[in-house]
């Protein structure tokens, strides 16, 4: 019963604040609504018994309104629960038009979002995978930047249509289940599909999830998306949503088609790493710091996609880690890009400098947060990318020669940006620059908390989700020696 309480915290809580016109009021109900939701999830982690719902939905086409988890997505949830409270607090003590409807928004997203992870049947999880886009299309209408008609505009564009090749997928998967026909994810799992089926439906699937990641050569929606949204709506997509993309393929591909994962298992590997030294590339040559950071975080959510499918032991322990480890710092990154914007009024890198002068406890900050992405030992980064690295390695050393890649790159274009903006003289249109306040210090300490005890003390996170890695594992284990047999 847990699990239904923890998806309508914040829906109801979202309705609520759309009675209530106090913007002070408004921000404080939905920051509590998220630490409620924070901490009940949390309650998960310590239950002895699995929690679990289920009532019948719709009764002739046998589909339930069903709620559980396991360790995959109990991680997915503390992701989604111990980020919101930060977004909710980046627009804390900062002027924001019609606040009722952004955090009603907001909350709404989150609730769409824990429902995609709780969900135990694939109709319902594509009832909540959609409704994930309604509150977050207009966030970025409403409140976006220059150009956000037409950038949200291809954001939906794009999303719709990978919303409809997992339409289709489930609708197959739906007509193929013996008997009585059935959405449930178990009975997805049990069909027994022909190898020539499975190498096409793979795509029809993978496709979906690849552009929510996104995936190269899927990912043209992201860098304008992410330099156009506002702070809270970048730090959901890149928070939160990539990782929906990558739980979705874990939820449908490994267990349904597992011949057509291991087709094209090295496919999808090498277009990952293309990936990975795409965005890095591209990222070191930006004048702009937001969009340097969106693909910086593509590289290193291609680097995750890549570890998905060695489906070796190292690379699905580093894969589930890094998901939670990318997520904290990447809102730590877009929280300081927008500290910077609102200091300096530009995020144009020949127009920054010298910031340390006058703030140099938000130059210590950034400091440590960059440290995290580029993956510094003792850092949460490290520990994920270091296991993912491994993995590859395991399966083959280019792959993990081309993934390392991404740590050196990272460090060079991360630290480049960091220079630019922070050390040398200071610029003539610096002079108003003051340091961190009170909310940022709230918002930035935490975060940079997470980075570093995950990094000294990551087995908790291991503990949570090790039966699901041994899972993952075995469900891949018994078709090996049926891939000689598959076309080429």
Same mark, same amino acid.
């Given at each position: 019963?847990?699990?239904?309480?923890?998806?309508?915290?914040?829906?109801?809580?979202?309705?609520?604040?759309?009675?209530?016109?106090?913007?002070?009021?408004?921000?404080?109900?939905?920051?509590?609504?998220?630490?409620?939701?924070?901490?009940? %999830?949390?309650?998960?982690?310590?239950? $002895?018994?699995?929690?679990?719902?289920?009532?019948?939905?719709?009764?002739?086409?046998?589909?339930?309104?069903?709620?559980?988890?396991?360790?995959?997505?109990?991680?997915?949830?503390?992701? %989604?629960?111990?980020?919101?409270?930060?977004?909710?607090?980046?627009?804390?003590?900062?002027?924001?038009?019609?606040?009722?409807?952004?955090?009603?928004?907001?909350?709404?997203? @989150?609730?769409?979002?824990?429902?995609?992870?709780?969900?135990?049947?694939?109709?319902?999880?594509?009832?909540?995978?959609?409704?994930?886009?309604?509150?977050?299309?207009?966030?970025?209408?409403?409140?976006?930047?220059?150009?956000?008609?037409?950038?949200?505009?291809?954001?939906?564009?794009?999303?719709?249509?990978?919303?409809?090749?997992?339409?289709?997928?489930?609708?197959?998967?739906?007509?193929?289940?013996?008997?009585?026909?059935?959405?449930?994810?178990?009975?997805?799992?049990?069909?027994?599909?022909? $190898?020539?089926?499975?190498?096409?439906?793979?795509?029809?699937?993978?496709?979906?999830?690849?552009?929510?990641?996104?995936?190269?050569?899927?990912?043209?929606?992201?860098?304008?998306?992410?330099?156009?949204?506002?702070?809270?709506?970048?730090?959901?997509?890149?928070?939160?949503?990539?990782?929906?993309?990558?739980?979705?393929?874990?939820?449908?591909?490994?267990?349904?088609?597992?011949?057509?994962?291991?087709?094209? @298992?090295? %496919?999808?590997?090498?277009?990952?790493?293309?990936?990975?030294?795409? $965005?890095?590339?591209?990222?070191?040559?930006?004048?702009?710091?937001?969009?340097?950071?969106?693909?910086?975080?593509?590289?290193?959510?291609?680097?995750? *996609? $890549?570890?998905?499918?060695?489906?070796?032991?190292?690379?699905?322990?580093?894969?589930?880690?890094?998901?939670?480890?990318?997520?904290?710092?990447?809102?730590?990154?877009?929280?300081?890009?927008?500290?910077?914007?609102?200091?300096?009024?530009?995020?144009?890198?020949?127009?920054?400098?010298?910031?340390?002068?006058?703030?140099?406890?938000?130059?210590?900050?950034?400091?440590?947060?960059?440290?995290?992405?580029?993956?510094?030992?003792?850092?949460?980064?490290?520990?994920?990318?270091?296991?993912?690295?491994?993995?590859?390695?395991? @399966?083959?050393?280019?792959?993990?020669?081309?993934?390392?890649?991404?740590?050196?790159?990272?460090?060079?274009?991360?630290?480049?940006?960091?220079?630019?903006?922070?050390?040398?003289?200071?610029?003539?249109?610096?002079?108003?620059?003051?340091?961190?306040?009170?909310?940022?210090?709230?918002?930035?300490?935490?975060?940079?908390?997470?980075?570093?005890?995950?990094?000294?003390?990551?087995?908790?996170?291991?503990?949570?989700?090790?039966?699901?890695? %041994?899972?993952?594992?075995?469900?891949? *284990?018994?078709?090996?020696?049926?891939?000689?047999?598959?076309?080429?």
């Amino acid at each position: 019963m847990i699990v239904l309480v923890i998806l309508l915290i914040p829906f109801i809580a979202g309705l609520l604040l759309l009675l209530n016109r106090n913007a002070a009021a408004v921000k404080l109900v939905a920051l509590a609504s998220a630490i409620v939701s924070l901490v009940a %999830t949390l309650s998960l982690v310590f239950t $002895a018994q699995l929690s679990s719902y289920s009532v019948i939905w719709i009764n002739f086409l046998e589909i339930k309104f069903a709620l559980g988890y396991d360790g995959t997505s109990l991680i997915m949830l503390i992701l %989604t629960s111990l980020l919101f409270p930060f977004i909710i607090m980046a627009g804390m003590k900062r002027e924001q038009q019609n606040v009722s409807l952004l955090y009603a928004l907001i909350l709404f997203t @989150q609730s769409a979002l824990t429902g995609v992870f709780l969900a135990q049947n694939a109709f319902l999880f594509y009832i909540f995978w959609e409704l994930t886009l309604i509150p977050l299309y207009f966030i970025l209408l409403l409140w976006g930047g220059e150009g956000r008609r037409n950038v949200t505009f291809k954001f939906f564009i794009y999303t719709l249509t990978g919303s409809l090749f997992l339409l289709f997928g489930i609708i197959y998967l739906y007509s193929l289940t013996p008997g009585v026909h059935t959405t449930d994810f178990s009975a997805f799992s049990n069909l027994n599909i022909p $190898a020539n089926t499975q190498i096409w439906l793979f795509w029809v699937l993978f496709i979906a999830f690849a552009i929510k990641m996104p995936v190269f050569p899927f990912h043209t929606w992201q860098p304008s998306t992410y330099t156009m949204a506002p702070t809270q709506g970048v730090m959901i997509l890149a928070g939160v949503m990539t990782k929906m993309g990558i739980y979705g393929a874990l939820r449908f591909l490994f267990p349904v088609i597992p011949l057509g994962v291991h087709y094209w @298992q090295n %496919t999808i590997i090498i277009l990952s790493l293309i990936g990975v030294i795409y $965005a890095s590339v591209i990222a070191f040559r930006q004048t702009n710091l937001k969009t340097l950071i969106a693909f910086s975080s593509m590289a290193h959510v291609s680097l995750m *996609v $890549a570890a998905m499918f060695v489906l070796n032991y190292y690379a699905v322990q580093g894969l589930l880690f890094q998901v939670l480890s990318h997520g904290v710092t990447i809102v730590a990154l877009f929280y300081i890009v927008m500290l910077i914007e609102e200091k300096a009024g530009t995020l144009e890198l020949p127009k920054l400098g010298g910031i340390k002068l006058l703030a140099p406890n938000m130059a210590i900050l950034f400091l440590l947060v960059v440290l995290g992405s580029i993956a510094l030992p003792l850092t949460a980064g490290f520990v994920g990318e270091f296991l993912i690295i491994t993995g590859l390695f395991q @399966q083959s050393i280019w792959f993990a020669v081309f993934g390392g890649i991404t740590m050196v790159l990272g460090a060079i274009y991360m630290l480049y940006a960091y220079q630019r903006v922070m050390l040398g003289e200071k610029r003539p249109g610096s002079g108003n620059i003051t340091d961190l306040k009170r909310i940022d210090y709230i918002v930035l300490i935490p975060l940079i908390t997470i980075i570093l005890v995950l990094g000294i003390y990551p087995q908790p996170v291991f503990n949570l989700v090790e039966a699901s890695v %041994t899972t993952m594992q075995n469900l891949l *284990v018994p078709v090996a020696e049926v891939i000689p047999a598959l076309p080429l």
